[in-house]
Structures are given as C-alpha cells and as structure tokens.
C-alpha cells in the first residue's frame, strides 16, 4: 500500500504512513470505507485511536473492552491476522521491556547503550547502537560455533557494524559498499577509533591488545550477477570461507544474499535481518519453486511494501494519540487540493512544517502550497475540505485494518525464503533480534551450510 519512490530503509516512516493515507483520500479511493461491511462500519466507526490500538492491532493486550458488539467476522479477522504471523518478540525480552519505548540498555539515557562501550556509540544513533550490539553478538556466537573468523559485511555503509565487529569482537571483517563517500567516511572513523584506542591504552584504561582493523573494500552487490563475481570484490583469499551478513540488506540485496548463499560454497552461514521488499516481484518473491506452485500466490508490489510497515511504532502513536495523525490527515487533504489544481501531480514532496498538527488546516495549506509551487493563497472550498477532515477516524481505523496484515504478508514472504533455502538443502531459521518498538526489521534469517548443523538449533545470542 506504498508508493516506491517513499520506502524508508529501517521500515516505515511518517511519509510512508502518509502516502499510504494519501491514497485512502484519493479521488478513486474515497469510497474504500463504504467497502467495508456494514457491521464493522458501525463497530468500527466511533473507536477512539487508543480503542484502535487496544482491540484491533496489540494482539498482547489482554484488557479488552468493547463499546460495542464485534461481528463474529471481525473478530475472527483479528484473530486470524495475529495468529498467522511470526511472533515479532524477542526470547530474551522481558515483560517490562516489551511495555516500554526503548529497551532496557537505553533507560538511563535515551541515546547511549548501557551495553555498548563508548568508542562503538560514536557518531551511531540509538537505534543503531541496538541493532550492532544485538547483530554483532549473534555473528560472534556463529563465528565461534562454526571455527570461522571472517565476516563479510554488505551494505557496510559508515562500517558502524563492521568496527563493532572487527574492533569489539575481534573478527576479520570485509565491509562492501557500494557509496565510494561513505567508504571513505567509514575508514576516517576507523582512525579516529584506533586513535581513541591508542590513547586509552596509554592512560592504562585499556590493555595493549592486537585489534584486527577491517577492510572496506567499494563495489556493488549486482543481483544478476554470478557468486564468483562477488568473491571477487571482496579481495580475500581464493578458498577462504566466511559468515555474510548484513544489517540493512534494503530491495534486491537481500533476496540477492540467499541466492549468493545457495550457490557459494565458501560462505557458511548467512545471517542478515530480513527486509520483505523486493523492487523486482520475479527477483525477490516468490524464490521457492513450492510457492511459485500455488495458484494465487501473487502478491502485488503494494502488498510487499506494505509489509515493511511495523505494527508496534503505530501502536505508540494511536496509544498517545499522537499530532502526527492529524498532520497525516492534514496531507492527505491536501492533495486533493493539490490535484484539483494539477492532477498531473501526485504525491508531491512537501517537507516537514514543524508542528503542524497545532495548525488551522487554512494556515498549513498557506504554508505547504508553495512547497509544490502552487500559490499560497489559492481559494479554498473549506466546507468540502471541513467535510474531509472529519474523516480522520475512518481513515485510521482503515489503514489499522491495512496494517494489520502488514505481519501477515511479512510471514509469507519469509516462508518462501526459508523454503527456497530448504529445497536447496540448506537449513534456515527465524530469529526475532531486535526490540520491534525499537528496530521494526526486527527477524534476522540464519542459514547455515550442511556439516553445521548444531548451528541452527541455538543461535541467539
């Protein structure tokens, strides 16, 4: 349900929930209500964003009450959602850190890692601070498991995860990226982290130790491509084996790194987190020829990238009632207004207007208009554009009900990996790394080469 060009590379956003809005308010959508059945209209219609996130979307909270009788439809349409979808929640969270914003390791101060020493913190917000800590302890966990010390890293970006790695845990480390600029900046950090290091050690805060430095190396992941062509990039040795990971494997690359894996014999385990989008349906899904073998199997490109949306991220925001919602509605709005004008335009870019959720409609179309280079003061039919903003509800209370297959398609599309894996017989498993509230790519696929086999029977860390 989004549009390609706004898919944010750790899950959705404020502008993709937006373009997803924005086709709820289109002109050839404005009837996606009257759609719905007449029953859960009326269940449906009056919920507060708090009762949307409590009854519909939290499949744990256990203190339901109704305002009103569910048909039996709705219930079990709720029902089923949740229990076909992969439990997003890690093994090692506790209670009190699936009720909070940010995991445990942030509660003392909201942008450093109580678990990440503090020359991995560096210039890494908090979200990736998670991320490496939970990664790198899990590749570590494989690394000793398998006897296997090297590590490619893909999609390398900064190197934030290959320092961790490499610096932290002591892994050789190749990091491939293909952004000659953030190669160059991932190599400045590595010096400012030895540097750090160095004078440490010094000071006798640290002891002398040897630290294995990575290498970045620049190239492209081509997902056309043979294995051997990849190898090659890497600059390693012709017969040395490696685990492959990847911390954001964004599109193709991902689908791309189990096809490398399936056919390279010297990469042991793979274990990148697992995006669902693909921007080539006959590239990343279906990969197993058991699914290609269903009649019915096809899932449009906006279905896939409605799988990219995270459950846990809207249920804060209905909970709190955030502003966001209302400046969600205020876009959609106006579009209209900007399609009246120019149809030819659609989904315009207009940056953020800084708390426009406490603006009169009026004053936040003054301000956005010019912004797609229409005139700020363009007559306005406000009783039509009144009329439309008293939709908000619906419209919340649909995209919910979107939302809520989010996980669903998510679980399809990773089944089909695992199978594609399996037909080759390769062994996978789904791990769920990260605080989904906090990181929503949150499963981490774990493959592992046959003569390994203890690997995937335990591999969180």
Known sequence: FINKSTR?????????????????????????WATLPPGWQEALCDLSAPQIANLLLDNNFTERCYPSVWPLSLLAFRTSAHILAFSRRPQDQGAQDAGSLRPEEFHK?????????????????????????????????LCD?????????????????????????????????????????ARKFDEQLLSTLKKQIE??????????????VIGWVNPRASWEEF?????????ERF??????????????????????????????????????????YPMSSWVRGLPGHQLSYKAREGACHAIEDYVERLRTESGVLKTHCYRAVLETVIRACRPDLR??????IKKAHLLPFSEYARLGLPRVGLPSDLPLDHSRLDAMLQQKGRVVVYFSLVLLLAPVVETLVLLDRMLFLQERGLQSQLVPLFDPAFSPRNLVLVAVRPGHSGVAQSPTA
Do not use: Y
Request: glycine letters at 10%.
């Open 203 to 216: 000071r006798k805060v640290t002891r002398s130790a040897t630290v294995p430095s990575p290498n970045h």
């Open 145 to 185: 498991k398998t006897c296997c010390k090297t590590v490619v890293d893909v999609g390398s970006g900064q190197g934030h995860l290959t320092r961790f790695l490499s610096f932290g845990l002591g892994l050789s480390v190749t990091g491939i990226e293909a952004d000659a600029a953030l190669v160059s900046m």
């Open 109 to 141: 101060n909201n942008s450093q890692s109580s678990l990440l020493g503090h020359i991995f913190r560096k210039h890494v917000k908090p979200k990736k601070q998670h991320e490496i800590r939970k990664l790198g302890a899990l590749v570590k966990t």
């Open 231 to 239: 190898i090659k990039q890497l600059e390693m040795g012709a017969c």
């Open 243 to 284: 685990i492959l990971t990847g911390l954001h494997a964004c599109g193709d690359l991902s689908a791309t790194l189990l096809r490398h894996f399936a056919s390279c014999p010297h990469v042991l385990v793979l274990v990148p987190p697992c995006p669902t989008h693909s921007s080539r349906s006959e590239f990343g």
């Open 347 to 352: 989904r315009a870019g207009i940056q953020t």
């Open 8 to 32: 944010g590379k750790h899950g959705p956003g404020k502008r993709q929930i937006r373009d997803t809005i924005l086709e709820l308010f289109s002109p050839l959508h404005e009837d996606l």
